[in-house]
């Protein structure tokens, strides 16, 4: 295992590389993507199950400006490096990458994943690049959910107690 802040990549490219020398030894890659803005049990429970799935688990961030797209001006709550340094602290990840985009399929292109893992609240039909690994002979998967755990459901209850 590598030590917590190897984990965090800077470059795609440096990351392929790692990438392909771990598959050149016949280790499965999973990648999951999302802005893992407050750590929940829900998270951790998401990501050792997906590690479980292969042999090393590549986890796609969400930059501060991709979350606030996504989840709009309030968000993120944690900036991407104090988001990145707690999700490189977790044993179940093995290396960490920021993107911009709203959606990682331009990562997933780069990586090639043997298997993507997404959670159950996305069908396989709309889970992004999930085509593109399959047509490339990997696997896509959807975990089981922790229900009542989410990052808006814990800032829904944070602003009610306010």
Same mark, same amino acid.
């Given at each position: 295992?590598?030590?917590?802040?190897?984990? =965090?990549?800077?470059? =795609?490219?440096? &990351? /392929?590389?790692?990438?392909?020398?771990?598959?050149?030894?016949?280790?499965?890659?999973?990648?999951?993507? *999302?802005?893992?803005?407050?750590?929940?049990? *829900?998270?951790?429970?998401?990501? +050792?199950?997906?590690?479980?799935?292969?042999?090393? @688990?590549?986890?796609? %961030?969400?930059?501060?400006?991709?979350?606030?797209?996504?989840?709009?001006?309030?968000?993120?709550?944690?900036? #991407?490096?104090?988001?990145? #340094?707690?999700?490189?602290? !977790?044993? /179940?990840?093995?290396?960490? %990458? !920021?993107? +911009?985009?709203?959606?990682?399929?331009? !990562?997933?292109?780069?990586?090639?994943?043997?298997? &993507?893992?997404?959670? *159950?609240?996305?069908?396989? /039909?709309?889970?992004?690049?999930?085509?593109?690994?399959?047509?490339?002979?990997?696997?896509?998967?959807? @975990?089981? !959910? =922790?229900?009542?755990?989410?990052?808006? *459901? =814990?800032? #829904?209850?944070?602003?009610? #107690? /306010?």
């Amino acid at each position: 295992m590598l030590d917590s802040k190897k984990k =965090i990549f800077l470059d =795609i490219y440096t &990351l /392929s590389e790692t990438i392909r020398l771990i598959q050149s030894e016949g280790k499965k890659v999973v990648f999951t993507n *999302g802005c893992f803005d407050i750590i929940h049990v *829900g998270h951790v429970t998401y990501l +050792e199950e997906a590690k479980n799935e292969g042999d090393f @688990l590549v986890v796609g %961030i969400n930059t501060d400006s991709s979350v606030r797209n996504l989840k709009g001006p309030n968000r993120p709550i944690n900036h #991407q490096s104090a988001r990145l #340094q707690v999700m490189a602290a !977790l044993e /179940s990840v093995d290396a960490l %990458i !920021l993107f +911009e985009e709203d959606t990682p399929l331009n !990562l997933i292109k780069e990586i090639k994943p043997d298997i &993507l893992v997404k959670g *159950g609240d996305y069908p396989i /039909s709309e889970i992004v690049g999930a085509d593109f690994v399959l047509m490339h002979g990997g696997k896509v998967k959807t @975990l089981s !959910l =922790i229900p009542n755990y989410s990052t808006t *459901g =814990i800032e #829904q209850k944070l602003k009610n #107690q /306010s």
